[in-house]
């Protein structure tokens, strides 16, 4: 139905309630936006009657911002961040990381002389997860669901029952923010501290603040290529969700 065709609609059903006579341009822009309400909601009912699939997306709350002029190396969020979910201080299973940027900043020692770090241009580039937004690749690479939505935050977290240890979640991670316990065979990511981040509160140069969510996947280049493999059941989801609009 046209634009012409919504108004002689919307016309017509003000002439059967009454509203014809001395209907004002906003009082029939109001019964208009009532109508088509209506119509939407209609027709929802009607998709939801035909088992049609309401795929409803929702991006995490919040993220981590990393400053690197302030980071001065210290590590201690690593430490909150162990201590917090591990019960141990092991900055090696740190959701956050710094150890792996402190020298030679995220490009490692081929990377040049002004890559970061200490014996770079002295800048401690911080790896934080981006909390992608859909679709998630360390989601949609785990086979058996074991990443889901934090309830309070809205990131994604490792559920240590489902999870069995294939380190798929860790390969699909473009900023290799996927961590792995060798001594429970478990993965594990940052998922917020449920809204109240270990590492941004024990930071004591205020080079980590916790803010609302937005899309850093588009800002720098992802650290190593991501898992191309998906499952077959996700992928087919995916697809149907991103299914370009037809004309």
């Known amino acids: 139905m046209g634009r ?34 209506s119509l939407a909601a209609l027709g929802l009912r009607e998709s939801l009657a035909a088992d049609s699939p309401l795929i409803i997306l929702d991006n995490a709350q919040g993220l981590i911002l990393a400053d690197p002029s302030r980071c001065v190396g210290c590590q201690r969020c690593e430490l909150a961040c162990t201590e917090f979910n591990d ?50 690749p360390c989601e949609i690479a785990c086979p058996y669901d074991a990443i889901r939505d934090d309830p309070q935050t809205g990131a994604r977290v490792v559920v240590d029952q489902a999870c069995v240890g294939c380190r798929l979640c860790q390969r699909a991670c473009p900023w290799d923010m996927i ?26 140069a205020g080079a980590l603040r916790y803010a609302p969510w937005r899309d850093l996947t588009r800002e720098g280049p992802p650290v190593r290529a991501r898992l191309a ?12 969700c991103h299914a370009p609009a037809r004309k």
């Open 87 to 136: 019960g141990r201080a092991q900055p090696s299973l740190a959701r956050i990381k710094i150890e792996r940027g402190l020298d030679y900043g995220p490009g490692g020692p081929g990377a040049g002389p002004r890559a970061g770090g200490l014996w770079g241009d002295g800048l401690v580039v911080q790896g934080v997860c981006r909390q992608c937004p859909h679709p998630v």
């Open 179 to 204: 961590v792995f316990d060798e001594a429970s065979q478990k993965a594990s990511k940052c998922f917020l501290c449920h809204g109240q981040p270990k590492c941004v509160e024990a930071c004591p």
């Open 4 to 37: 012409a065709g919504y108004q002689d609609w919307i016309r017509l059903a003000a002439e059967s309630v009454g509203l014809d006579r001395g209907l004002s341009r906003r009082g029939f822009l109001l019964f208009s936006a009532c109508a088509l309400g």
């Open 229 to 240: 493999a998906i499952p077959e059941a996700k992928a087919k989801a995916c697809q149907e």
